[in-house]
Antibody, heavy 118, light 110 residues
């Protein structure tokens, strides 16, 4: 059974940092492109970043460029998101999601809540 | 990276059909056949229901269908059921090697 389990969310002050993790199981993690997608409270989905299988290609949405860094450790079946210089508007549930055909996301984690507030 | 445009809400009675539109540009929806649709009931993670414009993952009922014309993709749900009540999102890969979601459409089954 495919499982994605996020962790690392919490309350952080504006300007602070947080590192999210996503542990994958039930599939060959190293062969899939992985993503982070976020959802602010009461708002819609927003794609944040993706990383290819060997980390050779990485992309970010404009609002997090220069502040967030996506990475992965295929030996540990894990995906990460290092978030620096956090802003109020980064408050959201952060999901990790697996990419399948046509850049669709076929499996999602349960999400981890990040709250940026003083 | 502007969000794709979806109607905020649609509604229909059980047994009826509804269509949700998703309008982008020639750099995303119009450029690729990489449009997906997701269903998200309140308090849950999104679920993939359509990929590559019109393909259904296994386990998704054939009441759900997708199509595309120019810069607009559409999701049609036929034979509406109470359990279909949820938020629906479209997404597309873009020519900038990013992905973009629509703003979401709340489906109410009357």
């Amino acid at each position: 059974e495919v499982q994605l389990v996020e962790s690392g969310g919490g309350l952080v002050q504006p300007g602070g940092s947080l590192r999210l993790s996503c542990e994958a199981s039930g599939f060959t993690f190293s062969t899939y492109i992985m993503n982070w997608v976020r959802q602010a409270p009461g708002r819609g989905l927003e794609w944040v970043s993706y990383i290819t299988t060997s980390s050779t290609s990485i992309s970010y949405t404009d609002s997090v460029k220069g502040r967030f860094t996506i990475s992965r450790d295929n030996a540990k079946n894990s995906l990460y998101l290092q978030m620096n210089s956090l802003r109020d508007e980064d408050t959201a549930v952060y999901y990790c999601a697996r990419t399948r055909a046509g850049w669709s996301f076929d499996y999602w984690g349960q999400g981890t809540l990040v709250t940026v507030s003083s | 990276q502007s969000a794709l445009t979806q109607p905020p809400s649609v509604s229909g009675s059980p047994g009826q059909s509804v269509t949700i539109s998703c309008t982008g540009t020639s750099s995303d929806v119009g450029y690729y056949y990489r449009v997906s649709w997701y269903q998200q009931p309140p308090g849950t993670a999104p679920k993939l229901i359509i990929y590559e414009v019109s393909n259904r993952p296994s386990g998704v009922p054939d009441r759900f269908s997708g199509s595309k014309s120019g810069n607009t993709a559409s999701l049609t749900i036929s034979g509406l059921q109470a359990e279909d009540e949820a938020e629906y999102y479209c997404s597309s890969y873009t020519s900038s090697n990013t992905l973009v979601f629509g703003g979401g459409t709340k489906l109410t089954v009357l």
